[in-house]
């Protein structure tokens, strides 16, 4: 199965390197060098890069990728500029296969962060493969967050994190920024008592001393955690009609309550 490891980049973002022998694909390269030098040091051919939406730290990389690495295949939102001439445009309900990894993946449309956003997920084949199912989902699901909405509306937002959310609980998230620990102090002052966040809080504490990603998470875990996965809850709605001053009857409304209080938090 193949081998999945984060190459930070920037101050925060991880570009995730999925490997299989000497193969190698890239997750939302923001930039080229240091994924150049983890493909030297390990002696890897880069076959392909998938793209989860346009912005810069995602895609910046591509061009001077594809200059030592031409024939590397990159896939993309087929709604979003395209970051390569010969690019391979992706819809909802696709399907990329990477041989090389012995991977198949579904694209999934996850708009809210941009319009034309999408995840990348691979389904475990049988229930004993090791590392899936699995989830490249970029700026759209953050362990204890979810990516501001640059572009999109909040019910958008809303109806993309509810479909990462009915994925199996053991599906492991690959998110591309280290904004975990500040996202569940956010996390924690809607819900004060939710044993599960304490319980996160202080292992993510742990491995922030010690300068270890978060990384990946799970959809079980962000169910338990995550607000933004939990505006149908009682307790969370109360909270967020609390700082609102105001009535929430939808689950988006509360939604979107939730995503304008962190914007200022
Ligand atoms: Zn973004």
């Known amino acids: 199965m193949p081998n999945i490891s984060p190459i930070p980049a920037f101050q925060d973002n991880y570009i995730w390197l ?7 694909v890239v997750v939302d390269p923001g930039t080229a060098a240091p994924v150049e030098r983890v493909l030297a040091e390990r002696q890897l051919t880069l076959d392909a890069i998938l793209i989860t939406h346009h912005h810069h730290d995602h895609t910046g990389g591509v061009e001077a ?9 990159v896939y993309a939102p087929a ?25 198949e993946i579904e694209v999934m449309a996850v708009p809210g962060h941009t319009l034309g956003h999408i995840a990348y997920y691979a389904a475990a084949q049988d229930q004993a ?24 509306t909040p019910a ?24 975990t620990q500040s996202n569940l102090a956010f996390c924690h002052a809607v819900e ?42 009682a307790g969370v709605r109360a909270a967020a009609q609390m700082h609102q001053g105001a009535e929430l009857n939808e689950d988006i409304e509360v939604f979107a309550a939730l995503r304008r209080w962190k914007d200022d938090f």
């Open 156 to 179: 958008q937002m809303h109806h993309s994190l509810g479909r990462l959310a009915r994925l199996p609980d053991q599906t492991r998230v690959y998110c591309t920024h280290e904004y």
């Open 79 to 103: 709604a979003e500029p395209m970051p390569a001439a010969n690019g391979i445009a992706l819809h909802d309900g696709d399907k990329v296969s990477l041989p090389e990894l012995a991977l």
């Open 192 to 233: 004060p008592n939710n044993p599960e966040l304490k319980k996160y809080l202080q292992n993510v504490a742990k491995l922030r001393q010690q300068g270890v990603p978060t990384l990946p998470s799970s959809i079980g875990l962000e169910k338990a955690v995550n607000v933004f996965l939990r505006a149908h809850l």
């Open 129 to 152: 493969a090791p590392g899936l199912p699995l989830l490249f989902c970029g700026d759209t699901l953050f362990s204890g967050g979810c990516g501001r909405l640059f572009e999109g």
């Open 18 to 24: 999925i490997t299989n022998n000497n193969h190698a």
């Open 65 to 73: 990728l594809l200059a030592r690495w031409p024939q590397a295949r």
